[in-house]
């Protein structure tokens, strides 16, 4: 995922099909990651402690606050 | 349209990887991110351009996103954004308070730039934004969550006030701020969501309160507010209407006899201008609306057909918490207003029973009471006894005086008496001396006049015993004279006595003899015998004439003895005369001579 986020950064200029199918791709990994994450589910916890001490809490924000979902929008508007 | 997906799904997973995880949650707080919100929000306007973005913190950047008015596409952002500080916050108590406290300070200092939950939902009036209801909600729905079973994060907020006192403004608390504003936007006929909104925050926050029922009491106007707002408006406010009953039942079942507004009054109030059917009926519709009934189904966003606002009203924690209590709810108005629901939150009973309270509140009249009484006989005493230490320090300054002056008269006494005594001891010594002297001299005096008369008696004495003793010599030779011519007489009487005496013995003899031969002869010569008698009468003539001479010796010599007799007696006499003077101090020395 990291990779994908720095693939994200640097290519803005990616066209407008590619970039809509890296987003869904980016959708469903983190739809899977939330499997992981289920409320009250019994791995949840230990899972959260994975996630957080790999760091992809910080990717997942990054890729929140990313500049190219912004494009998103404005491609959308 | 292509939906945004993407940055709700980041956001919405992020808030999975972080809620009720304490070491993510602490340091999730920490990141940095794009301050996106303020380029997303140019770019919703016309001609706005890209910023250059800069980093804030990952909190400020959230709750930027979720109080933007962003246009009704961006909804879900919104909702993933609030997602995401509602999981920040999930079961994590340091980091709720922490984050209110921060909210607190940001409303109170008055700043703008930052987005502020407290300041969104207390400063309503605002225009600006009074076209998006869900500022206004979502900033509701998050101090829901901040406060929701957090009594200390309760605490802070009611301890907030709005209103300047300085500007003349009145000051209110928080929840009276905030019914103020729920009040205002109903009157004002804002969207339903806006007033469910501060509802849902509001009930959340009274039930189970009675502290916080008190303080929503506390402005007396509230309850009739909020039963006019739901008795008029049309049926299209089902939900606002509903909520209203919520909140009213929610203050009703909390409120006690010694609120501002006490139980009975309110049911009163609710019951003469809302009435019981009323109240039951708007619950029932609210409960009974799909919007509540199948909100765990419905999807909570930005429904694709849908060309005005979400079908968003409600928080799913609210949800929860209003249908689990619904049934007390709705059973609220039916509890008399005499009998008050004892309440424990957090371990500890908050309400307290009637009965306790009233009689503790008799029981603390009458001691305020005796107090009172107390208070006052004490006033008295201290006044009594500020007058007796008045009294006694006067007195004892009397005293004093009286004692100053006495011990000053006693000083001079003292000083006089001494004087005096050392005047007399003076003139003493001096009169003892005169006198001494005095007595010294007649002492010297007498002796020597003794000495003088001593000298006079001796030399008279010396004369007299002289004169006694030439006297006495003289008598003594006179005496030894007479006593020699006695002897001698006596001598010669003895004598001429014996001489007699033999002479008549002789005599006698002769007589006898002659008697004999007188006898013999007698009777021869009886004339004899008278012979002889004439004889012996010559004889007894002789003798009787010596006896008479004898009888003239005899008293010539008693004679001289008498004689001696009263010489003796002159000797005596002499003698005593002798002792006499001896015992006056001469000492004559005279020998008499016994005769």
Known sequence: MAEAMQEQEAEDDLQDAARLQRDKNMWGILAVLRLFLVRGGSGTVANQVSFWQSGIVTQVLLLAFGRSTGLAVRAEV | MVQLILFPQALTTCADLIRGNAISQEGFAQLQVNHIAEDLWSQTKPGGDRKVLDQVNVIHGLLDLTLTSFPASLFDVRMAASECIKAYIYQHAPIRLHFLRRAIEGHNAGVDDTPNVLSTVLRNQELRHSADPYRVWFASVIILHLIFDDSETKTQLMSVREGDDSAGEEVVTCIQALTGALITSMQRGDDERVSVGYMMLLCAWLFEDPDAVNDFLGEGSSVQSLVHAATQGGSDSVLAHGMCMVLLGIVYEFSTKDSPIPRSTLHAMISSNLGREKYIDKLTKLRENPILRDFEVLHQGYGEHSGGLPEVFFDSTFVIFLKDN???????????????????????????????????????????????????????????????????????????????????????????????????????????????????????????????????????????????????????????????????????????????????????????????????????????????????????????????????????????????????????????????????????IIYIAHI
Request: net charge negative; aromatic share 2%.
């Open chain 2, 326 to 588: 619904f049934s007390r709810l709705l059973r609220a108005i039916d509890r008399d207003p005499g009998f008050e629901v004892p309440v424990v939150a957090n371990g500890v009973q908050k309400g307290i029973s009637r009965e306790l309270v009233d009689s503790l509140r008799t029981q603390l009249e009458e001691k305020a009471q005796a107090l009172q009484k107390a208070e006052n006989d004490l006033l008295n005493l201290d006044r009594m006894l500020g007058q007796e230490q008045a009294d006694h320090r006067k007195a004892k300054e009397t005293a004093n005086l009286e004692l100053n002056r006495i011990r000053a008269i006693n000083q001079s006494l003292h000083q006089n008496h001494q004087d005096e005594v050392t005047r007399i001891q003076k003139d003493h010594r001096a009169a003892l001396t005169k006198l001494q002297l005095e007595n010294q001299r007649a002492l010297d005096d007498l002796q020597s006049r003794l000495r003088q008369v001593q000298q006079e008696a001796r030399t008279s004495t010396e004369q007299a015993s002289k004169h006694h003793a030439s006297q006495t010599r003289q008598l003594e030779g006179s005496i030894q004279e007479r006593e020699q011519q006695l002897k001698d007489n006596i001598e010669d009487y003895e004598g001429r006595l014996r001489a007699a005496d033999e002479e008549h013995k002789s005599k006698m003899h002769e007589l006898e003899t002659r008697a004999r031969l007188a006898e013999e002869q007698m009777q021869d010569a009886q004339s004899k015998l008278q012979e002889a008698l004439s004889k012996i009468e010559d004889s007894r003539a002789e003798a009787k004439a010596a006896k008479e001479s004898l009888e003239d010796k005899e008293k010539a010599r008693q004679s001289v003895q008498t004689e001696l007799d009263d010489l003796l007696i002159v000797l005596a006499d002499i003698e005593e005369k002798r002792a006499n003077d001896k015992v006056r101090g001469l000492r004559p």
